[in-house]
C-alpha cells in the first residue's frame, strides 16, 4: 500500500496534537451515532410501524436483519478495499451522505416491498461508515490509547440507540412514525458535509513498528489476497465468528426488544422513549466503556484478555437475559435487562482493537470490513431473523407470548459465543505476535 504522506484537501495528511486527535474521534463517533441511529429507527418504532403498513413479525425480522445486513455485509468488502488505497474520510463522507438519503426514503415508503427496498440502500451506505473509521483511529491514536478509542467510538450504538428510542419515540407519539426518518435523514446530509471538509486524513501507520509497510512504497494486498489472508489466518477468523456470535445475541435482543415490552409487558411509546431510552444509553454506553479501559488494562500484559473478557462478560449476562424476559412487568423487565445491556457489547471494543493491532497499516480497513462482513452477517443478518421467525413459530401455541418463547430460544447463543471466545482466548496464547500478524 502506497503512503499517502502528502497532504491533502483536507490539509496535512497527518494528524496534530491531542486535541485534534480529540476533535476526529468526535467527530467519528457522532457520525458512528447517526450511523446506528439511523439503522435502529426500524426496530424503535416497530409497534407503529407494524400498525401502519401491516406487517408481520417475520418480515420485521428480514428488513431489520437478513435484507439489511445482505448488502451492508458484502458492500463493505470492496468499498475497505477502495479505502484502503485512496481517502478515507471522503469515503466515510460520501457513505454517510447516501445513509442518510435513503433513510429519508424509508420514511417516504407506502407498503413493505418500498420500505424493504429502503432499507437496503441505507444498507449500502453504511456500508462504508465503520471500516474506514477503525482505521482512521488506529492512525491516529498510538497502539496504548487505542483500547480506549476505539471503546469511545463504539459508544455510537448505544448512544445511537439510546437517542433514537427518545427522540424517534417522542416525535412518533407527537406526529408520525415517518417524521423521525425526515429528521435524522436531513441531519446526516448535513454531518456528511462537515467530515468531507473537516475530518483530516491521517498518515497510514503512523504508530506502528518501523519498518511499517505503508513507509516502504510498496502497495498493499490485492483484494482476493486481503481476504485470503485475512480468513486464512485461524486467530483472525475465530475472532470474526466468535464475534458473529455475540452479535446474533445483541441483534436478536435489541431488534425486538422494544417490541417485546410494548405488546408483552404493556410499555407504552412516552415510556419507552424515557425509560427504555435511558437503559440503552447508560446500560450500552458504560459497558462499552469500561470495556475499553479493561482492554488497555489488561490486554498489555495478557494478550489472551482480548478474548477472555467478553466470554466471561457473555456467561454473566446469562441469567439477567432469562430474567429479563420471564419478568411479568415492563419495569422488573428494564431493570434486568439493564445487565445484559451492560455486558453484551464487551466483545466489540476487544475484538476490534485485536483485529486492528494485528494486521499491517495497509489491510485495516479492509481487515476492519471483513470482520463486520462475519460479524454483522452472523449477527445483524440472522438475529433478528431467527427471532422473529422463532415468535411466528411460537405464536399459534403461546398467543401474545410469542416474543417471550423466541428470547428463551435465542439464550443458548449466549453459551455458544462464550465457548467461541475461550477457544479464542487458547489460540491467542498459542501464537507469537509473529504468527498472528
Known sequence: MATNRAPTAHGPAQSGPAGN????????????????????LVSILAKPIQDGLQI?????????????????????????????RTN???????????????????????????????????????????????????????REQRGTAMGIFNLGPPIGSALGVAFGASLAAAFDWRVPFYVVGAIGVLTAVFVYFLVPEPVRGRFDPAPAPASTGKPGPGFLQAI??????????VAALASGAANFITYGLSNFATLFLMREKGMALDEVAIWYALAVGLGMGTGIFVSGKLIDRFAVRNKAAYALIPALSLLLALPFFLGFAAAERWEVALALLFVPLFLNSFFLPATVTFVQGEVAPGARVISGALLLLVMN???????????????DFFRPGYGEHSLQMAFYALAPMYLIAALLFLWLARLIKRSSPGDVA
Open 228 to 237: 485470503t489472508g485475512f480468513f486464512g489466518n485461524k486467530v483472525l477468523a
Open 88 to 142: 478515507r474520510t471522503k469515503i466515510l463522507s460520501l457513505a454517510c451522505g447516501l445513509w442518510s438519503g435513503a433513510t429519508i426514503a424509508c420514511g417516504m415508503a407506502g407498503n413493505y416491498g418500498q420500505l424493504a427496498v429502503a432499507r437496503m440502500a441505507v444498507g449500502i451506505g453504511e456500508a462504508g461508515g465503520v471500516p474506514p473509521s477503525y482505521a482512521i483511529i488506529s492512525d491516529t491514536f498510538p
Open 56 to 84: 408481520t413479525d417475520s418480515q420485521l425480522g428480514y428488513i431489520t436483519g437478513f435484507y439489511f445486513a445482505l448488502f451492508y455485509c458484502f458492500i463493505a468488502i470492496p468499498v475497505g478495499w477502495l479505502a484502503d
Open 377 to 391: 452477517l452472523v449477527g445483524l443478518g440472522l438475529g433478528p431473523t431467527f427471532v422473529g421467525m422463532a415468535s
Open 21 to 40: 486527535r480529540g476533535f476526529v474521534l468526535a467527530m467519528l463517533c457522532f457520525v458512528y451515532v447517526l450511523n446506528f441511529l439511523d439503522r435502529q
